[in-house]
């Protein structure tokens, strides 16, 4: 099947507002399923977890693949809670269109309002579904101008809703009809003379333009993401959804690429399959891969054999052999890959877009000592599919801590470490993840020379770096001075050195440069440069003092005006910085930023105090310095590589007890 006959679709939206439903109904539209599954009996056939069939929600991404007139669509169901942000960041780098699932009752919601903006950042053409719309309540004109508002004004109805609330029955085409107010062609001409010259210059000069003219227009801005198409229904009727898919093939844009060109693909998942093992869920830019073929792992510098090609639905599949450019399947095989890997060339691989960021950290405990090793492993398992969980094993210690988006998250780690690993864990109190930055320049020397054999002289200048920067690194060093295989190896200690500082937080925003390095002929090992190297940067941070950084959230909040004043004075308790609020009719919205660590549960108290008429809608903004007498430091797992002695023996696994 030609790339011209296939589309590669995601479906986003807020928690609740019908995303598996309306999947399921197109599974079913298009002949996939005899019935349509449920989301509340557990039946639907993207969510096949354990606890995502107990609770009713997905949290993680799943891909089903069916055929709608001639059209193969893969199509990714993504969770909506904002926990589980990360599943639909990675689905949404191999996606080549969206579905935006809007409620027609609560209108544009928290997770919409972030899902938009990584949409636009990545320009993936959408449509805009309004669902719900037979429910008490439902408002589309109300919902359409909060879109126009919030998200995007070229937000352009192809249809108009019959009925309202429980007497909708479904839509008329737009085309067909010239409607009034919003659902027009009047309207549409002024929102597309927005996006289109062309359209603006006709429209100026007093041109009509036919139902046909527009329709051909909106196809072209909807394909480059410069106009959205907003349809109407019912998905638990099943009231809009053949529309929706023919909307799909319509306004959606085909993927790029050919299977002639040379391999180029990227891992976006990892699953456990109980009887085919690791999967790797892979989307082709390019060329084509196919059973028992070596294919490059150009991340991990890796050739693996294929097993298996699958085109997986939920824990079913069945093997197709190949995956060529455009489509998306299950690859077996792949024991080295991680999420993100690229596989073959780089080039053809669109960017990772970064939205999720874990700003707290628990401490995970298990019930039985004789639980510790299962634990640490099926830790290492779930951490392989989602990397964002950043798992730390402090094997001294006998620790292990973990970084969540939310308490929700923390939930279905629970039940999935019961269901799926037979294992009960807890998890301490979350506490926010701190950074720090060197205070101002200085250098770190050591000279590892004693006990003999080894030799290891280092010396690092260690400078703050622009805030969002992370960690840029130099070397400075002639390979007669130093090896190249030596320098290769610095490098790689240098961001483990940096994952605990003065305050034992992640060090950030700095260049390190390497300016002077020296082994022996005869007395270095490879080791010596794994004792140095941190020693030698903790000397630097040391010099250089470190101060602490703290993550902050931006923030828009809307409340009832007469409540205003309560939120002012909360915000500024919280040490918030907002702009000077806008009222429209009888609502005021505030807008600014405001610190993790004093706000993790205002959403919950501005819900209760406004009697759930007020919501607040909040993405990470960045890491800034911390308010003056600020010290929020956590204990150092591991010896401290400025205690020289202790640590040398402690990287040579000859520390005693008595130490």
């Known amino acids: 099947m030609g790339l011209a006959n296939r589309r590669n679709v995601g479906v986003f939206a807020h928690v609740d507002a019908g995303k598996t439903t309306t999947t399921e109904y197109m599974l079913y539209e298009c002949g996939k399923i005899r019935a349509p599954g449920k989301v509340d009996t557990g039946t639907s056939q993207t969510d096949w977890l ?33 926990d589980f942000l990360s599943e639909v960041e990675r689905s949404m780098r191999v996606m080549d269109g969206a579905v935006l699932l ?119 801005l909807a394909r480059t993401g410069l106009a959205f198409p907003v349809l109407f229904g019912c998905s638990a009727r099943g009231i809009g959804v053949a529309e929706l898919l023919d909307a799909i093939v319509e306004f959606l844009p085909e993927p790029k690429g050919s299977a002639e060109e040379p391999v180029s693909g990227v891992v976006f998942k990892i699953e456990r399959h109980k009887t085919m093992g690791k999967l790797a869920y892979v989307r082709m830019y390019g060329g084509t891969i196919r059973n028992r073929a070596a294919v490059f792992n150009a991340t991990r510098n890796v050739h693996e054999k294929i097993t298996q090609i699958r085109r997986m639905e939920g824990q079913r599949g069945e093997d197709i052999g190949l995956l060529a450019a455009g489509d998306i399947a299950a690859v077996c095989g792949l024991t080295s890959a991680q999420v993100g890997d690229i596989l073959g060339n780089p080039a053809g691989v669109p960017p990772q877009l970064r ?56 939930e279905i780690l629970t039940a999935v470490m019961k269901a799926r690993f037979q294992l009960d864990v807890t998890f301490g109190q979350p506490s926010v993840i701190y950074k720090e930055t060197p205070s101002r320049t200085a250098e770190g020397f050591y000279a590892y020379t004693m006990p ?41 200690q240098v961001p483990e050195a940096l994952l605990q500082g003065l ?64 939120v002012m004075a909360d915000l500024a308790q919280m040490r918030a910085e907002f702009s000077p609020p806008e009222t429209a009719g009888d609502r005021m919205t505030v807008e600014g930023k405001i610190p993790v660590a004093t706000s993790l549960d205002y959403s919950v108290k501005l819900s209760s105090q406004s009697k759930g008429r007020g919501t607040m809608v909040t993405s990470f903004w960045g890491y800034q310095p911390a308010p003056p007498g600020t010290d929020v430091s956590r204990p150092r797992i591991g010896v401290n590589p400025l205690d020289h002695s202790r640590y040398i023996l402690s990287v040579r696994n000859a520390l005693s007890e008595e130490w």
């Not at 992370?470 to 007669?480: H, I, K, N, P």
Request: proline content about 6%; hydrophobic content about 40%.
């Open 50 to 82: 354990d606890v995502e069939r107990e609770r009713g929600i997905s949290v993680q991404a799943a891909s089903t693949s069916f055929l709608w007139k001639d059209t193969a669509i893969n199509l990714v169901d993504t969770p909506g809670h904002v």
């Open 102 to 220: 809007v409620s027609a009752v609560e209108g544009v919601q928290a997770q919409t309002e972030a899902v938009w903006h990584a949409l636009r950042t990545m320009n993936i053409p959408t449509i805009v579904y309004l669902n719900k719309m037979d429910r008490v309540g439902a408002d589309p004109e109300r919902t359409l101008a909060e879109i126009r508002r919030v998200l995007t004004p070229v937000a352009i109805p192809v249809q108009i809703p019959v009925g309202r609330e429980q007497a909708y029955t479904g839509n008329c085409s737009l085309w067909q009809n010239p409607g009034i107010g919003a659902f027009s062609l009047q309207d549409a001409v002024e929102r597309l003379a927005e996006a289109d010259d062309a359209i603006l210059e006709r429209y100026l000069n007093g041109e009509s333009l036919s139902p046909e003219e527009l329709r051909q227009a909106l196809d072209e």
């Open 355 to 410: 939205m999720a960021v874990p700003l707290l950290m628990v401490r995970v405990y298990w019930q039985q000592e004789q639980d510790y090793p299962a634990v640490v492993a099926a830790m290492q398992e779930l951490a392989e599919e989602d990397p964002l969980l950043g798992m730390q094993w402090h094997r001294q210690e006998r620790e292990l801590h973990i970084n969540v988006m939310g308490p929700i998250q923390l």
């Open 452 to 492: 003999k054999p080894c030799w290891a002289i280092l010396r690092f200048l260690i400078e703050p770096g622009e805030r969002g920067s992370g960690l840029v690194y130099q070397g400075q060093v002639r390979t007669e001075d130093l090896l190249l295989q030596y320098q290769k190896q610095v490098e790689r």
């Open 503 to 566: 305050r034992g937080w992640e060090v950030t925003d700095l260049k390190v440069t390497l300016l002077y390095g020296e082994h022996h002929v005869w007395h270095t090992h490879p080791l010596d440069f794994v004792v140095a190297t941190p020693v030698a940067i903790m000397e630097g941070l040391q010099a250089a003092g470190t101060t602490l950084l703290e993550p902050l959230l931006s923030f828009r909040i809307t409340v009832p005006e007469e409540l205003g004043g309560k």
